[in-house]
């Protein structure tokens, strides 16, 4: 038995190379897996679930993700989805299309023995005044039915707009500010009691050796895919199971 994880993958139509490649990796590597987690950003933008009835290119390739993603579920592996800062508008449309569960914003799980907690990630980087700002706002209810209210081309230019905001922001800010509080990750850990989080996000892949509580604990960190390459983490059943990040060649993911 293992389970997967992955997170950024950030799917567009613009994406044609990392698209191909999860494709290949659902086929190759997660086939016969206990579990998928997709700890958000599976695309790089998602205004709206009316987006399947539609003839934008965007269309084409979530509706190919569903299409796939169900195909796993049938053969038997459970699918779970986080939302991330790029797609937090995911609804559940699609998740029930993909026969998929939608996880908390802090999910705490047990995975072939392993207790962890997992998220997206954003959450933690409370440095970054004006993101967290952002983020409080676009999670409140109102805010979304308001935004799913506009024309979907209006929403679509306004994700447009927010990415070339977030950019130009990105741009200004020390690195510090753009990864996580250190003291929010322990925090975290210490509310839930767990040795081991698992997260995406930062795009700076890297398992963290911590202490929490007089207590040795990792924090993995899943990187972002490229045009060749992926990331994701694995937890195989053993009598002492061990997360490993990896990362792989989009070309040739690894066996399942």
Known sequence: MRTLLVADMHLSSDTPEINQGFYRYLEQTAQGASALYILGDL?????????????????????????????????????????????????????????????????????????????????????????????????????????????????????????????DANANKAEAIMDVTHAEVVQLMERYGVATMIHGHTHRPKVHDLTVEDVPAKRLVLGDWDDQHGWDVIIEESDRPEPRLRQFSLATPPAA
């Open 43 to 167: 695309f790089d933008a998602w205004m709206g679930d009316d987006l399947l009835d539609t003839q934008h290119p965007l269309s084409a390739v979530a509706l190919e993700v569903i299409q796939r993603l169900r195909k796993l579920s049938d053969d038997g592996t459970a699918i779970y989805l986080s939302h991330g800062n790029r797609d937090f508008l995911l609804g559940e449309r699609f998740v029930n299309a993909c026969q998929a569960t939608l996880l908390s914003d802090v999910q705490e799980v047990e995975l072939e023995g392993v207790p962890l907690v997992l998220l997206h990630g954003d959450s933690l980087c409370t440095q970054d005044e004006a993101y967290m700002a952002f983020r409080q706002q676009s999670r409140n209810p109102e805010w979304q039915a308001q935004i799913l209210a506009l024309p979907l081309e209006q929403r679509l230019e306004l994700a447009k707009s927010l990415r070339m905001q977030s950019g």
